[in-house]
């Protein structure tokens, strides 16, 4: 059975930074195309950055933009988002998911998730 994990958040003041750890268990990382999302209590999930199995194209959402970059390694099968410049309104529980196909992943319908991770950040 496929398991997507998140790890690395937790409460961070503003302007601070943290690094957020996705690993896939029995799933053929290198062909799967992932991303990081995001919800907010109240809010609908948003896309964060998304990642192609060949490490290009990335891309970011806008309000991150310069501040967050995602990264992976096909071989330690991780993928990674380093957040700095940390904002109040970044705080949400966010999401890694897996997809072979770009779009599907980009749309929020990718075939695999995790659990999430809860960032905080205080003013």
């Known amino acids: 059975q496929v398991q997507v994990e998140e790890s690395g958040g937790g409460l961070v003041q503003a302007g601070g930074s943290l690094r957020l750890s996705c690993t896939a268990s029995?799933?053929?990382?290198?062909?799967?195309?992932i991303g990081w999302f995001r919800q907010a209590p109240g809010k609908e999930r948003e896309g964060v950055s998304y990642?192609?199995?060949?490490?290009?194209?990335?891309e970011y959402t806008e309000s991150v933009k310069g501040r967050f970059t995602i990264s992976r390694d096909n071989g330690k099968n991780t993928l990674w988002l380093q957040m700095n410049s940390l904002k109040p309104e970044d705080t949400a529980m966010y999401y890694c998911?897996?997809?072979?196909?770009?779009?599907?992943?980009?749309?929020?319908?990718?075939?695999?998730w995790g659990q999430g991770t809860q960032v905080t950040v205080s003013s």
């Open positions: 998911a897996a997809d072979t196909t770009w779009a599907t992943l980009v749309a929020g319908r990718a075939g695999y």
């Open positions: 029995k799933l053929t990382f290198d062909r799967y195309h």
């Open positions: 990642i192609s199995w060949t490490g290009y194209p990335i």
